[in-house]
């Protein structure tokens, strides 16, 4: 009896485990002074992040097991839950720095942004599977996309959270693209929205100020334009071509703030040096490639959309955080997917990256094993049975 079985995609699983475990070191190096001095443990850091990257493979795995096309028809309820939990974080939040981002449950905390750019990128794909008919008509297929958009767009741009609420938006467009809405619709509401988000931006000093550094060339060593931004390039400075070693950067003990976060990847650059900041970039382009490669033969519509909005959720985040590290971006809050320290990025992104390798178990590009029955006295010379592809 002829039968095939397909397996997951190898390459993106290694790539994302090597991601996962090398940011252990990574976030210990950067974070053990800070730990030591806040909390008298060096190790403090390390053991918070060690929990969420074992967090992560389990939401990696448990999405490797769960049959994708079962998540079409609870993408609705998470959006709505999604918007549910931004309202409440707006009114019950813990405040951060001036932002209101997190929902706090006494120790633990959780950021409901993250949660809700999955929810709508994944529903955003159920709707244009659906409405593939209608998607190019306005009324009944581009404006009820854009409603779920706007939603969860200004919701995040409330907390405030502009990094993130413009990612969100940027990633939407991109599906919306994908599903082939037309240009026309796109272009007028990038025309209606662009005053609004200018103006947003400038609505807050420190916002416009992240702006104008950026566009008159970063910052200076005296602090007074960008100081983060200067600290971690000087970081790649110092790691020079193979780094000064690990656990031996000096910018994550006396001059980057919070370098175990969004500027993670400034210690890997001086630690690593050139060799490790292309290793990792190299993970993430592989991520890119294998993930647009499984969605160019995902089986369904769904699936496609699917594999296309993880696989740009995860690298433009990746490409961004670094080039912000490299002052080729304005500094953001965006962190670096599987590297940065924080939880709920961790947990979702690996999930997400679940669903990927998912969607690649039930394409043909990597099939396991394949029988073929043997008819009449056919030599098995000529039959391969079993044959591993």
């Given at each position: 009896?002829?039968?095939?079985?397909?397996?997951?995609?190898?390459?993106?699983?290694?790539?994302?485990?090597?991601?996962?475990?090398?940011?252990?070191?990574?976030?210990?190096?950067?974070?053990?002074?800070?730990?030591?001095?806040?909390?008298?443990?060096?190790?403090?850091m390390?053991?918070?992040?060690?929990?969420?990257?074992?967090?992560?493979?389990?939401?990696?795995?448990?999405?490797?097991?769960?049959?994708?096309?079962?998540?079409?028809?609870?993408?609705?309820?998470?959006?709505?839950?999604?918007?549910?939990?931004?309202?409440?974080?707006?009114?019950?939040?813990?405040?951060?720095?001036?932002?209101?981002?997190?929902l706090?449950?006494?120790?633990?905390?959780?950021?409901?942004?993250?949660?809700?750019?999955?929810?709508l990128?994944?529903?955003?794909?159920?709707?244009?599977?659906?409405?593939?008919?209608?998607?190019?008509?306005?009324?009944?297929?581009?404006?009820?996309?854009?409603v779920?958009?706007?939603?969860?767009?200004?919701?995040?741009?409330?907390?405030?959270?502009?990094?993130?609420?413009?990612?969100?938006?940027?990633?939407?467009?991109?599906?919306?693209?994908?599903?082939?809405?037309?240009?026309?619709?796109?272009?007028?509401?990038?025309?209606?929205?662009?005053?609004?988000?200018i103006?947003?931006?400038?609505?807050?000093e420190?916002?416009?100020?992240?702006?104008?550094?950026?566009i008159?060339?970063?910052?200076?060593?005296?602090?007074?334009?960008?100081?983060?931004?200067?600290?971690?390039?000087?970081?790649?400075?110092?790691?020079?071509?193979?780094?000064?070693?690990?656990?031996?950067?000096?910018?994550?003990?006396?001059?980057?703030?919070?370098?175990?976060?969004?500027?993670?990847?400034?210690?890997?650059?001086?630690?690593?040096?050139?060799?490790?900041?292309?290793?990792?970039?190299?993970?993430?382009?592989?991520?890119?490639?294998?993930?647009?490669?499984?969605?160019?033969?995902?089986?369904?519509?769904?699936?496609r959309?699917?594999?296309?909005?993880?696989?740009?959720?995860?690298?433009?985040?990746?490409?961004?955080?670094a080039?912000?590290?490299?002052?080729?971006?304005?500094?953001?809050?965006?962190?670096?997917?599987?590297?940065?320290?924080?939880?709920?990025?961790?947990?979702?992104?690996?999930?997400?990256?679940?669903?990927?390798?998912?969607?690649?178990?039930?394409?043909?590009?990597?099939?396991?094993?394949?029988?073929?029955?043997?008819?009449?006295?056919?030599?098995?010379?000529?039959?391969?049975?079993?044959?591993?592809?």
């Amino acid at each position: 009896m002829f039968s095939q079985r397909n397996h997951i995609d190898i390459v993106i699983l290694i790539a994302v485990l090597a991601l996962m475990l090398l940011s252990l070191g990574v976030v210990y190096s950067a974070s053990a002074s800070y730990a030591l001095a806040k909390y008298g443990e060096s190790e403090r850091m390390l053991t918070s992040h060690a929990i969420k990257v074992l967090l992560g493979m389990v939401g990696l795995f448990i999405g490797m097991r769960v049959n994708y096309r079962k998540l079409q028809r609870l993408t609705k309820p998470a959006v709505i839950v999604a918007v549910g939990l931004l309202m409440v974080t707006l009114i019950l939040g813990g405040e951060a720095k001036g932002a209101t981002r997190w929902l706090r449950f006494g120790s633990l905390g959780f950021q409901p942004s993250e949660f809700a750019k999955y929810a709508l990128l994944f529903h955003l794909c159920t709707l244009i599977a659906v409405k593939q008919e209608v998607i190019r008509d306005f009324k009944r297929g581009f404006i009820p996309m854009m409603v779920w958009i706007g939603m969860v767009t200004v919701l995040v741009m409330l907390q405030p959270n502009f990094s993130m609420g413009s990612m969100i938006f940027f990633l939407s467009l991109i599906m919306l693209f994908i599903g082939r809405a037309k240009l026309s619709h796109l272009g007028l509401t990038f025309a209606i929205l662009l005053p609004l988000i200018i103006l947003y931006m400038v609505s807050a000093e420190y916002r416009l100020n992240r702006f104008l550094n950026f566009i008159h060339g970063g910052g200076d060593a005296s602090g007074k334009t960008n100081y983060q931004l200067w600290q971690g390039i000087l970081g790649f400075g110092n790691g020079g071509i193979f780094g000064v070693g690990p656990g031996e950067s000096k910018q994550r003990d006396f001059f980057l703030p919070e370098s175990y976060g969004d500027f993670v990847f400034s210690i890997v650059g001086e630690e690593y040096g050139f060799i490790g900041t292309i290793f990792f970039m190299l993970l993430f382009l592989m991520i890119m490639y294998r993930g647009f490669r499984i969605a160019k033969v995902a089986p369904d519509i769904f699936g496609r959309n699917l594999a296309v909005a993880i696989t740009c959720a995860i690298t433009c985040y990746a490409l961004i955080n670094a080039g912000v590290t490299l002052g080729m971006f304005p500094t953001t809050g965006l962190p670096m997917p599987f590297v940065s320290y924080g939880g709920s990025s961790m947990v979702f992104s690996a999930g997400a990256i679940g669903v990927l390798l998912n969607i690649s178990s039930q394409t043909d590009l990597h099939p396991r094993a394949r029988e073929v029955p043997v008819v009449g006295s056919v030599n098995a010379d000529e039959v391969n049975i079993g044959k591993v592809y």
